[in-house]
């Protein structure tokens, strides 16, 4: 079957599709009318055979349904010598549906003369004014080029910015009649296509124009233990494979419908996701197919924990660590007072109160709330009247436990201790014999101060 007709055909089952979408495809034209465009190529200049292309390119998008079109030029408005203009760039044509805009963009085109520099750049981060406020558009850039950046901009950390904002997705780079050497210059500012000739030009747009309107969805579903997807609002990152390079950072979200919310991801990638649980998940090597909706499933069922005290006279809240069940990494440091929600299974909490409390297989369940309360610590004021040194120790008359040290700079110290009974052993920096040491017991009771007067 011959070539262009297989391409005419998968138009129409896009355009057919593209009219069933409830997304708005925007597609702005980025057009190099820089001088270089007058050079000579194949059978006339540059500048006219991309006149002629576009003119009949743009012609065969007039009826195609949730599509809008604009088009921003550079180099066309001063002309280069002496001095280089490196913000000639301009919004020609604003965004409106393709039925209105392909003719006018059309007849802009016919009317540009090159003249000035290559500012892709400048171009690239201006665009993102030409995209304005919409809840269910695609924005696409497809940029047509000669040259590369002559105004020692920088169009990968660009384009990558705006990706990252979600501006507009990886752009299409066209290079009319470019060195083949080119080729990795703009391999990282979007996806590049080499034209070589004028019918490869036809052929070239026509691909970019199936890629950019091919409706690719994705979905991540955070499974309960029922497998339904009802686990949500949870961070996640999605990375370029292999490495710490963050593509797109999101809240999971259910829609209207209880269900998981479409993203648009950009199908070129390969991706590693993240989800912010804690303990967070992860899934590796994810490939996007083009043109169908893609479903991300992990396992992610969820319960909470929260922390709390009996009372709250005094302002003092503890934190707690908390670890999986026989594990030494640290997952969270939680604040009494805090609810956290957690994946399903069996937690240690180390509570970083005075002495500390261990607390082993805590348990979470699916959508359910294991709360934990421990007492009030009350306050202790120990008065020094010089500076020295000692400790504090858990005594309940059997054994003898060591809480803390006190702050030898401190001659007044306030620590908050569990209930309890106590023993504070001190002696003065002064003293030289150590039968000169204080000890003292004394009991704290939850929520209530004391003052302990050591001499």
């Not at 280089?84 to 016919?110: G, P």
Request: hydrophobic content about 35%; some cysteine; glycine content about 6%.
């Amino acid at each position: 079957m011959n070539k262009r007709f297989i391409v005419f055909i998968s138009i129409l089952t896009l355009f057919c599709y593209s009219f069933k979408s409830q997304i708005t495809n925007r597609i702005l034209f980025i057009f190099d009318d820089s001088y270089s465009m007058y050079a000579p190529w194949k059978s006339d200049i540059k500048i006219e055979v991309a006149k002629k292309v576009m003119g009949e390119f743009l012609d065969s998008l007039e009826n195609i349904s949730n599509l809008e079109l604009a088009l921003r030029c550079y180099g066309h408005t001063t002309f280069f010598k002496p001095d280089r203009n490196c913000q000639d760039s301009k919004l020609e044509v604003a965004f409106a549906d393709a039925k209105t805009n392909s003719l006018k963009i059309k007849q802009r085109i016919q009317q540009l003369e090159p003249l000035g520099t290559t500012p892709i750049a400048y171009s690239l981060g201006e665009s993102a004014n030409d995209f304005t406020a919409c809840n269910h558009c695609r924005n696409i850039v497809i940029l047509i080029t000669d040259g590369i950046e002559e105004c020692n901009g920088n169009p990968c950390e660009v384009s990558a910015m705006l990706q990252k904002k979600g501006i507009y997705l990886r752009p299409f780079v066209i290079g009319v009649g470019l060195d083949a050497k080119f080729a990795d210059i703009f391999a990282c500012m979007g996806k590049f296509y080499d034209v070589s000739n004028e019918a490869n030009f036809k052929d070239v747009l026509n691909l970019v124009l199936i890629e950019a309107l091919s409706q690719t969805s994705v979905e991540v579903d955070l499974l309960d233990l029922s497998k339904n997807p009802t686990e949500t609002d949870v961070d996640m990152t999605f990375y370029e494979v292999g490495t710490n390079i963050s593509k797109y950072n999101y809240i999971h979200t259910l829609n209207n419908r209880g269900l998981p919310d479409t993203l648009i991801l950009n199908p070129d990638k390969i991706y590693d996701l993240t989800v912010h649980t804690i303990p967070p998940l992860e899934k590796k090597n994810i490939s996007i197919i083009r043109g169908q909706h893609n479903i991300i499933k992990l396992d992610a069922p969820q319960g909470f924990l929260k922390l709390d005290l009996y009372d709250a006279i005094n302002k003092y809240y503890p934190t707690a660590i908390v670890r999986k069940n026989g594990e030494m990494q640290t997952l969270i440091a939680q604040e009494f007072g805090k609810t956290e929600k957690y994946i399903v299974g069996k937690y240690d909490l180390e509570i970083l109160t005075l002495p500390r409390i261990y607390l082993k297989n805590v348990e979470i369940k699916q959508s359910s709330t294991n709360l934990i309360k421990i007492p009030s610590s009350g306050s202790v004021q120990f008065n020094k009247p010089d500076l020295g040194f000692g400790s504090i120790y858990c005594d309940d008359g059997k054994i003898v436990n060591w809480v803390c040290n006190f702050n030898n700079s401190l001659q007044n110290e306030v620590i908050y201790l569990q209930p309890g009974k106590y023993k504070v052993v001190y002696r003065y920096g002064f003293e030289k014999e150590t039968t000169k040491t204080i000890e003292q017991n004394f009991e704290v009771k939850s929520g209530t101060p004391k003052t302990i007067r050591l001499f």
